[in-house]
């Protein structure tokens, strides 16, 4: 599910589509939090697509927490 | 008096969103009687290594019908609400524009649509504004927002681009509803398929949870999406996952 990036940092390596598994990868994380409501994408709320520790990147995203 | 308002780069990981600040921002003109505000819409703007953000790049913006008399109070209050909300560590931008003043609106449209595919800098957005007779004006930390401030005021201008903050609220039966009750009950433009088809009034819709509407030549419609799966009805709302392009 995740890669590390050039900086050591989680990256998402299925990009900007996987509905399925980046609601998969939120529900097996215990530091979710939910972003507010106008910057969510997925449809159900718990998804890393949605979370505030998301940093957004031209290929996918990487996860803010420590890797 | 039509103006445009847009704020970016306000927030941090632990703070309230820019949204929430320009919802405030809206409400507090109304609240000051210093006119009616607009719903705000959320523009995506360039994700790149090179473009600082907190985890999205996006601006929002919000229209406002004022007295010219109250224009300079108005950007003064923002800008020191922007210095006063903005979380520790952001880079808050202030844009104001007088819509029937703006000297080059396709300027500033363009400049719009340059920052959602290249790396823009203050630089580029303070010569435009000045150039344009556009308030431009950074609160805090490197006033990298002005960019994206700009930038929100041209795409919104555009009524091309972004999705309206929050989600519509709309009564139903049985999580149905008539094309024609959906806009008794909004300020929707119109209920719209993702093909640009707009649909007739008796037209059924079953309504999804929190249904979004996007800003599509010059108006707000809720986007809707063929129901494929032997639904009651031909159409559902778009869902969320669908409207990220906007």
């Known amino acids: 599910m995740w890669l590390k990036d050039t900086q050591g940092k989680k990256a998402f390596r299925h990009g900007h589509d996987a509905f399925n598994r980046a609601s998969e990868a939120a529900a097996e994380c215990g530091d979710f939090r939910p972003d507010v409501e106008e910057e969510w994408v997925a449809d159900e709320e718990r998804s890393c697509y949605n979370c505030r520790l998301r940093r957004w990147t031209a290929e996918s995203f990487v996860c803010l927490l420590p890797a | 008096m039509n103006v445009l308002i847009c704020i970016d780069d306000t927030d941090n990981l632990e703070s309230r969103g820019t949204g929430e600040l320009a919802t405030i921002l809206a409400e507090e003109i109304e609240r000051r009687s210093w006119g009616s505000s607009d719903f705000v819409t959320r523009h995506q703007l360039l994700v790149h290594p090179d473009v600082p953000y907190t985890s999205h790049n996006s601006s929002m913006c919000f229209a406002a019908d004022i007295d010219l008399a109250i224009l300079d109070s108005l950007i003064a209050y923002a800008g020191d609400f922007l210095r006063e909300e903005s979380a520790v560590g952001s880079d808050p931008g202030l844009c104001v524009s007088v819509i029937d003043q703006l000297a080059d609106p396709e300027a500033v449209i363009a400049f ?99 249904p979004k509407a996007v800003l599509l030549d010059g108006k707000i419609y809720m986007m809707v999406s063929p129901v494929t799966d032997g639904g009651r009805v031909r159409w559902r709302t778009t869902p969320r996952s669908q409207l990220k392009k906007f």
């Open chain 2, 112 to 210: 719009g649509r340059s920052a959602k595919e290249e790396v823009l800098n203050k630089k580029l957005a303070y010569d435009l504004a000045t150039q344009l007779g556009v308030h431009l004006s950074e609160h805090g930390g490197t006033g990298q927002g002005v960019v994206g401030a700009l930038a929100g005021i041209g795409l919104r201008l555009s009524g091309n681009d972004g999705r309206m903050k929050g989600w519509l609220r709309i009564q139903t039966h049985d999580g149905l509803a008539s094309v024609g009750d959906i806009m008794a009950q909004t300020d929707l433009g119109g209920v719209r398929t993702l093909d640009g088809a707009l649909l007739s009034a008796t037209e059924m819709v079953e309504i999804e949870s929190k």
